[in-house]
């Protein structure tokens, strides 16, 4: 997969806010890590069925910092058609911030949308693609720290760990070593006489300013940034908000998902696409119940 950063950052802090209070000493060490927010948009764009490339890193145009072309199969699974060429433009943060300086900020995603795809058409020199949705705030475009101690964070405790690129710069080969380097952590344990792999979990002071990419590395390993996320939209929580081990009402990711019924929407989606899949059967009213415990 040469898009590395596609995982959103949401989904796995919807996963480990499932099992708050037990995952809050992991999510407090990796809150301290600061990346970046850079508007995306999926975009059909027949003419660029020629462009010579798959991944390319622009520099000097603050609309477009990477394009990444759609595979068929992975767009399919991302709901983009496959019986067209699209691609995945993603914006500067400094741009990005310029628009959208803050979460409550209106901005005009027609008006971001056209910027994207004029500028892709004129770094490329075809015709004028059209947006396949509308674009969005894109979490995890760079890392802006690093982990200061080690490449991962474990908690003995309850026995949950978490690895990535993030821990030691941007790209494959730094999530490679994150989760080589946890792997090696928790064996140690298993050998002889050995104690137990001891809890890593970093302090808010020990996450420094990443260094800037060399310029030759490829694709998101080059990307930098020195604007931190702008807005919360999927914002890791602060230190704060994890003090206490819990999150307050309405402070939790997946609260404006339940507000906006995109479990079952998305649910619905995959029924459609495979039998497997069961249908979604959520309730209105256990959609409230849920959004009202902070589920």
């Known amino acids: 997969d040469c898009f590395l950063k596609a995982t959103r950052k949401a989904a796995l802090r919807a996963m480990l806010e499932d099992v708050l209070p037990l995952a809050a000493p992991i999510m407090r060490a990796v809150a301290g890590a600061v990346d970046s927010c850079a508007f995306a948009l999926s975009a059909s764009v027949p003419a660029a069925s020629s462009v010579p490339f798959d991944v390319v890193s622009i520099d000097g145009v603050p609309e477009i910092a990477l394009a990444v072309r759609n595979e068929p199969d992975k767009a399919r699974l991302r709901g983009l058609p496959v019986d067209e060429e699209s691609w995945t433009l993603i914006a500067t943060p400094e741009w990005t911030q310029s628009v959208r300086p803050d979460a ?121 940034s020195t604007i931190a996320a702008g807005t919360e939209d999927h914002s890791w929580p602060s230190l704060q908000q994890l003090v206490s081990g819990e999150l307050r009402r309405g402070h939790r990711c997946m609260n404006r998902y339940f507000r906006r019924g995109v479990r079952e929407k998305d649910l619905a989606w995959l029924s459609r696409q495979s039998p497997l899949v069961p249908t979604p059967s959520l309730s209105a009213s256990s959609t409230a119940a849920a959004m009202a415990t902070g589920a």
């Not at 970093?202 to 260094?211: F, I």
């Open 104 to 224: 409550v900020s209106r901005w005009d995603k027609t008006a971001v949308a056209t910027d994207m795809l004029k500028a892709f058409a004129s770094v490329t020199g075809c015709a004028v693609g059209k947006s396949l949705r509308a674009p969005y705030h894109w979490g995890g475009f760079t890392s802006l720290t690093v982990s200061g101690t080690e490449p991962f964070a474990y908690d003995a405790e309850s026995g949950v760990a978490f690895c990535g690129d993030f821990f030691v710069g941007h790209g494959a080969e730094e999530a490679l070593l994150s989760g080589g380097t946890l792997a090696a952590h928790l064996l140690a344990g298993t050998v002889g006489s050995q104690p137990p792999p001891a809890s890593v979990l970093q302090g808010a002071l020990d996450w420094k300013p990443r260094t800037p990419a060399a310029h030759w590395l490829e694709d998101t390993s080059a990307l930098i």
